[in-house]
Each structure stands twice: as C-alpha cells, then as structure tokens.
C-alpha cells in the first residue's frame, strides 16, 4: 500500500488561518456568500441552458472561464498566493470586458469568432474592447481601466513595482504566508470583479428555462442585496 503523497509545501496551516478571519468578520463573510452564488451561477447556467448554436457555445464557455478564474482566485487567497490570484482577476475583468462588448453590439460576438488572429487582436484586444464600452458606460470603464491597469502592474506583469503582493512591510517572502491586509482587499475585489462578471454572463444568457432563471432570480437578489450595502448612493 502506498503511503500518503508528500509535498513541499503544505498551505493548511495559512487556509485554516485565513478561514478563520472570515469566520470572524461580518464584511468577509457577506463577501465571500457573494462569491460562491456567483460560482453557483457561473456553473449552473451552462448545466440548464441548452445552447443552440456556437454562439451560444462560445458564450457558456466564457462563463466556465470566469468560474475556473473566480474559484482559483478565491483558492490562492485563502492559501496565501496573493501575486497569482490578481492575476485571475486581471483575466476575469478582460472576459467580463469582452461579455459586456457582446451585450452592447450584438454583431460583435459573430465578428470575434469569425476574425482571423491578426484581426481579432487588431478590433479586441482589451484596451480596444475598453474603448469601444466607454461609449455605453464611461465611467464604468474608467473604473475598469483602473483596475486593469493595478492587476496588471502588481501581479500580471514583470515590473520593479510588481512585488508588493509578495514583500509584506517591503520584506519579501518565498511563498505562502498569511496576510489580514492582503486577504481582506483580495477578497472584496474578488467579490466585486466576480459578480460584474457574472452579471455580464447573465446578460447574455438568453433563456426561458425555469431552472435557469431561478439561478438568475438568486443571483440578482443576492447582488442587490450586497450592493445597497456596500455601494450606497452618496446624498446630495
């Protein structure tokens, strides 16, 4: 019998500590009932909705993806990867980018799949893709923009600014490590970007099918319900 498989580094110990923040805060524990209806949602959608042609198709892929990026977001903050789990939300933001572009222009989708490399890079390439929503929503995309462009320097990218998220107080650690001011902002991005992404599937899921439309119908209102929350609008 083969004993039990033996690894270099074990994050139990820095998951368990992270849980237990959670566990112990009202805002990460709001946060994190956010996160999985969206990956309820995300994985759902494409088990209930039958697709009725490759667009449909391509559309339920693009919902797998934001699940697959969201859940390994979500993994590597509880063990302690905080560098590698922006990078997930830097490619969840892109495809949510590009699911809102689907929404705004219908031809876009169609015009992606049937593009060749060179062009498709050319027409929607993220920063192009950001441009061309700004005409819907310029503020939205700004905010977008933002985020993007802070994933992209602390984590996505090779730069003398991106090693923050694995140097605490400037002393940079070799792996995992526990970590309340990274964990705690890790996770509210993680909730905010996820559910934007997944309001986005939404969006381009058409379907009457029951089943389907009650997995919309709870994330809808879980999403209320934490935006009046935490995204109050300011008085005047």
């Keep these: 019998m083969k004993g039990r498989p033996e690894f270099l580094v074990d994050e139990r110990v820095i998951v368990a500590a992270h849980d237990r ?19 309820e949602c995300l994985s759902r959608l494409p088990e209930y909705h039958e697709e009725k042609d490759y667009n449909e198709i391509t559309v339920l892929r693009l919902g797998v993806r934001c699940f697959n990026s969201g ?12 560098q590698p789990a922006v990078t997930m939300m830097r490619d969840m933001l892109e495809v949510c980018c590009l699911m809102d572009l689907f929404t705004k222009e219908p031809n876009a989708l169609t015009d992606w799949l049937s593009m060749t490399d060179r062009e498709r890079m050319k027409h929607y390439k993220p920063a192009r893709v950001r441009e061309r929503l700004e005409k819907f929503d310029g503020i939205r995309v700004k905010e977008r923009q933002a985020a993007y462009n802070m994933f992209s320097e602390i984590a996505a990218h090779v730069n003398p600014n991106g090693h923050h998220l694995i ?17 705690r902002p890790g996770i509210e991005e ?47």
């Design 21 to 39: 923040m959670i566990a112990s805060d009202g805002d990460l524990s709001r946060h994190l009932r956010l996160i999985n209806t969206c990956l």
């Design 71 to 82: 859940a390994a977001a979500l993994r590597l903050l509880r063990c302690g990867y905080f």
């Design 167 to 183: 140097s605490p107080d400037n002393l940079t650690r070799i792996g995992p490590f526990v970590e309340y001011s990274y964990f």
């Design 190 to 236: 993680l909730a905010s970007w996820l559910s934007s992404a997944t309001a986005s599937f939404c969006n381009l899921v058409d379907t009457n099918e029951t089943a389907a439309l009650e997995v919309k119908e709870k994330f809808v209102d879980d999403l209320m319900e934490w935006r009046q929350r935490y995204f109050r609008p300011k008085a005047d």
